[in-house]
């Protein structure tokens, strides 16, 4: 595929940003609306509710800032994990409980985004960092962990906070220097932003701030990207980039895109190649959360995308990368491949749903139902005789049935046949005629 | 044969302290099968040992360590290669033997048509039926109410089978603790479907004067070992805490030290944790390790990685 077809496939990096934080937000409002309606006590009771009107007093323009948060991102993905695993319902004491205060935190990192006046609490017991103004700033507290509620107020252009006796204010208006911060934070550290600033700026391990993150971020961005590119061979050099061409570019208008572009391993030394894995794994993922429906068969997990897409960047050939989407078309073509439908695990849905019917139902399911079912309906009931005929009449009619496959191996195990079994798991052996299938 | 003769044949025959209990209860007749992970090297012998108490062994497969993980001498339920076994090929063959033992070649042989471990194969996870799970649990000669419990709640991502097993208890008795299964004083293997199931209670009192009967001091071990606090957050990540006591002021418990009780250390993360205090307050999924007053770090158990991870304090008695 040419470049130009590329760009009509896929979203250009601008397109992108903003399909995401549309999603982002339509995602925040979704978790928060179950939170709110199927564990309202909880909500409640942990703040969230209190912290989720609070949001919802944004002012106007102010909603596109705030997505840019990369503590929400990472908020919403956690939520979504447990609302989608029902922890919220089975244990929400344990770390549904702990999630919804830490909510607390998030809206405390928007403070700066809210209107004067408004004043909030954070009371999560694990607060081991304040992430500030978006999460560009990052303040620990310098003699150890503490538990404290803490409450901050937005006055007259500064974010005021309280937290173990010691009040901090936080001049908002640009530009911030240094200096500044230090004199008002007294007893606190200062970070710059560990996820982006430890993994690939290597700040100042004593956490002195420079200009503010936002310029400070796009210069020493650019010092770290072309420190990276000298150290790579050709080939990552030139993917290198063109995956970090978007993220400059964009850099336009605000000062990194959060939440499009996480590295998570903050341990200090990232080799260059690893970073450009990082850096290429995360965009890709989150590309492919705003493009559903990509790969319609099975969006693979987030470590096997992560797995493909590293040996799809990194097993390429360097002539075929010449512009963003000529990487992306190569990926996206790799992971399809890889993903083809034989692939799949076995799915045992059809068999499984089976084994909460009683056993009357199930005989007169295995008397009355025809093909596949008729055969789950036997091995159910431990007839493997008349499951192993009737998947290989089955499969007579549908050779490609791969869940009849496993379920013939399976029920040849049943039937002491161990050889046949492995013939077909093992060897992956499809034919009918083989006697491995059929003598047993 | 001499009572202690039995307990000398199944450590020296097997190489290994686990499971003893599992394997007396199988020749009293109270397990139906059971599942062992043998060295190569000794499969040979244990068979003919085996055979002398009665006991019928099969072997499925060869489990191996994957390459740089440091094989722990315990039961390798994750993580592990298999290849098959093939009859004869005991020397020079590295990892374990996984067999079934049964007092009949007919129940071992039931316990391995429905004892498929899921496996990757080809690149793709082998997985299998739901009904063969509870097929290997009634071969094993689990408590039929313990089989569908294991078969309905026995998925990490979505439930955490300690906790649905603690929410269906009334008491946790200490005849259905399962924590340490992978310790050498092991009373119970299965999980119960809740700590005070009647079905579990009556195998382990039938189980523990079968115990007294081949060691008195044996059986001693076992029941103090299942008798205590304990820590859990999952399965795999489970603590005997010792001399623990509960607070008068919070819901804080003291303890004196801290055992890990799963069968892989690279899980033990908490107990490096635990190691540097003395007192501990859950709260919130998140485990806070105390000092005297100095709170030294804190463990964040989490239900969005792949395991419903839930901090809780089980009290048997």
């Known amino acids: 595929m040419h470049s130009a077809d590329a760009e009509r496939t896929f979203p250009s990096p601008e397109k992108l940003v903003i399909l995401y934080q549309k999603l982002l937000a339509f995602r925040l409002t979704y978790v928060a609306n179950a939170f709110l309606t199927e564990c309202a006590e909880l909500a409640e009771a942990t703040g969230f509710t209190a912290n989720w009107f609070l949001l919802n007093r944004l002012p106007r323009g102010m909603l596109a800032e705030a997505l840019r948060c990369p503590l929400l991102d990472q908020w919403v993905a956690c939520a979504e994990r447990l609302i989608q695993h029902r922890a919220h319902l089975l244990y929400p004491h344990a770390h549904p409980q702990r999630h919804l205060k830490e909510f607390s935190e998030v809206v405390l990192s928007l403070a700066d985004v809210l209107p004067e006046g408004e004043s909030g609490e954070a009371n999560s017991l694990t607060i081991h960092r304040l992430k500030l103004l978006r999460g560009e700033m990052t303040l620990a507290p310098s003699r150890g962990l503490e538990d404290h509620t803490l409450r901050w107020m937005r006055r007259t252009g500064r974010l005021l906070i309280e937290w173990g006796g010691d009040d901090i204010a936080i001049p908002l208006s640009p530009p911030l220097h240094e200096a500044t911060f230090t004199a008002c934070v007294k007893s606190f550290q200062v970070l710059s932003n560990p996820r982006i600033g430890g993994a690939i700026l290597d700040p100042d391990p004593a956490g002195h701030l420079g200009p503010l993150p936002s310029q400070r971020m796009r210069t020493a961005l650019g010092n770290a990207f072309r420190s990276l590119h000298d150290e790579l061979p050709p080939f990552y050099a030139r993917l290198f980039d063109a995956l970090c061409h978007w993220v400059t570019t964009f850099r336009s208008d605000g000062p990194w895109v959060a939440g499009l572009l996480q590295i998570a391993d903050t341990s200090s030394g990232l080799a260059s190649q690893r970073a450009l894995e990082a850096l290429s794994m995360d965009y890709y993922q989150r590309w492919l959360v705003c493009c559903p429906g990509f790969h319609p068969i099975n969006r693979p997990e987030p470590k096997t995308l992560a797995d493909r897409l590293c040996s799809a960047l990194l097993s390429g050939n360097d002539s075929r990368f010449s512009s963003w989407g000529d990487v992306i078309d190569h990926v996206a073509s790799s992971i399809s491949t890889a993903e083809a439908p034989e692939g799949r695990s076995p799915r045992w849905d059809a068999v499984d749903t089976l084994v909460s019917i009683s056993e009357n139902d199930l005989r007169d399911l295995a008397a009355e139902a025809k093909g596949f079912q008729r055969a789950a309906a036997a091995y159910v009931l431990g007839e493997f005789h008349a499951a192993q005929q009737l998947l290989l009449r089955y499969l007579s009619t549908d050779h490609q049935s791969e869940e009849s496959w496993f379920l013939l191996a399976f029920t040849l195990r049943h039937l002491g046949d161990i050889a046949g079994f492995e013939e077909i798991i093992f060897n992956e052996m499809r034919d009918l005629h083989n006697s491995a299938v059929v003598e047993s | ?317």
Not at chain 2, 148 to 163: E, I
């Open chain 2, 1 to 317: 044969m001499h009572p202690s003769d039995l307990l000398r044949d199944l450590i020296q025959g097997r190489g290994s302290t686990h499971q003893l209990s599992s394997y007396i209860a199988l020749i009293a007749g109270l397990r139906r099968s059971l599942d062992d992970w043998i060295p190569p090297d000794r499969l040979d012998s244990w068979t003919r040992i085996a055979a002398r108490l009665g006991l019928t062994v099969i072997p499925d497969c060869l489990f191996c360590d994957l390459a740089g993980a440091p094989y722990t001498g315990v039961v390798p339920t994750t993580r592990a290669t298999a290849e098959p076994w093939r009859s004869g090929a005991s020397s020079g063959s590295r990892g374990m033997v996984h067999v079934f033992v049964s007092s009949s070649r007919e129940r071992a042989e039931e316990a391995l048509a429905a004892g498929w471990y899921s496996l990757v194969v080809h690149g793709r996870p082998i997985t299998k039926p739901l009904v063969d799970h509870g097929r290997l649990g009634m071969a094993f000669g689990y408590p039929e109410c313990c089989v569908k419990f294991f078969m309905s709640r026995n998925d990490w991502p979505r439930w955490n089978t300690l906790a649905e097993s603690f929410k269906a208890s009334r008491q946790t008795l200490w005849e259905c603790n399962c924590l340490t299964k992978h310790t050498p004083c092991m009373m119970i293997y299965h999980m119960p479907c809740s700590f005070d199931c009647s079905a579990t209670t009556a195998y382990s009192r039938s189980l523990f004067e079968v115990i007294r009967s081949v060691s008195e001091g044996y059986a001693e071990r076992v029941r103090d070992s299942s008798i205590g606090t304990f820590l859990t957050v999952n399965e795999v990540v489970t603590y005997r805490l010792v001399s623990a006591q509960l607070s008068d002021v919070d819901a804080s418990i003291s303890y004196r030290r801290a055992f890990y009780l799963g069968s892989y250390h690279e899980n033990d993360n908490l107990g490096r944790l635990l190691s540097r205090g003395d007192r501990i307050l859950i709260q919130s999924g998140t485990v806070f390790v105390y000092r005297g007053r100095d709170l030294v770090g804190t463990s964040d158990a989490r239900c969005d990685l792949g395991s419903m991870d839930v901090p809780l304090l089980l009290r048997f008695a």
